[in-house]
């Protein structure tokens, strides 16, 4: 397991009290706690509701992970300098992934641009994108005892850069207060989960989807296709045209050429 030599970001009583205010409304009904490092959030609090010790909703922020877990078997890096917070919501009656998956990307944007003058950009289905670079990610994991939303936010690029291993990964460097941002992407959430169905989220989530128009590569029963992007449908597939017909991702990941990141914001 990887360990920080640098002091973590303290999250401390403080910082909860700046979480709790960003909660607004959500404040009193949801458990919460910070933390400076922990292993994963995801993983401490599947462990801790699995035992009964937590319920929903919860939210759990930390200053660092030494062992963060992305989508598809990733890790995910999480050096001190940026925020890593899980939020246990109870499962919606009409649960489907890619719902929250949604809700979850359109809630760190508008808690971005509450927080900082940043406009961030979604790239489908999660991963979210300022200055062209992966400044965001998401994995929401079901359990028995409702659904784990993990989200990593790079508040700052940590000292000699991200490893390579982080791909694409960049930073905010915006003056960010990583409790405040906490609180605010649990509010979104929260906010979301109370008004399922709400047809704002989707609008909201088009509105920063920066693929449409581009082409894109994916793989597909381990055939690699190429295809171009006109949009995201009503339950948040991704619509590509190959060869004239129009296909719907549900899953997965697709890549972009570079050049398809230099104009962004
Ligand atoms: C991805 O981009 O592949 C998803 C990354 C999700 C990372 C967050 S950080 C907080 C929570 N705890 C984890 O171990 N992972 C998620």
Known sequence: MKRYDKEAMPL???SVLSVKAALGPWAEKTGLRTEAQVDSTNLRLKEEARAGLIRPPYLLAAGAQTAGRGRLGRSFVSPPGGLY???????????DPGKITILSAVAVCRAVEEETPLRPRIKWVNDIFVG?????????????????VGIGVNIHTPPGGFPPEAGLAGALD??????????????????????????AILDAYRQRMF?????????QNGREREGLVVGVSDD?????????????????EVTIGSQSLDGLE
């Open 12 to 14: 401390d009583r403080l």
């Open 85 to 95: 917070m899980s939020l246990l919501i109870p499962t919606p009656e009409d649960f």
């Open 132 to 148: 062209g670079r992966k400044v965001s990610g998401i994995l929401a994991e079901k359990i028995d005892q409702g659904v784990i």
């Open 174 to 199: 915006a003056e960010a207060d990583p409790a405040r941002l906490a609180g605010r992407i649990a509010f979104h959430i929260l906010e979301g989960t109370a008004h399922p169905g709400d047809p």
């Open 211 to 219: 693929l449409t128009g581009q082409t894109v590569r994916f793989t």
């Open 236 to 252: 948040g597939g991704l619509l590509v045209t190959v060869n004239g017909l129009t296909e719907t991702l549900r899953c997965g």
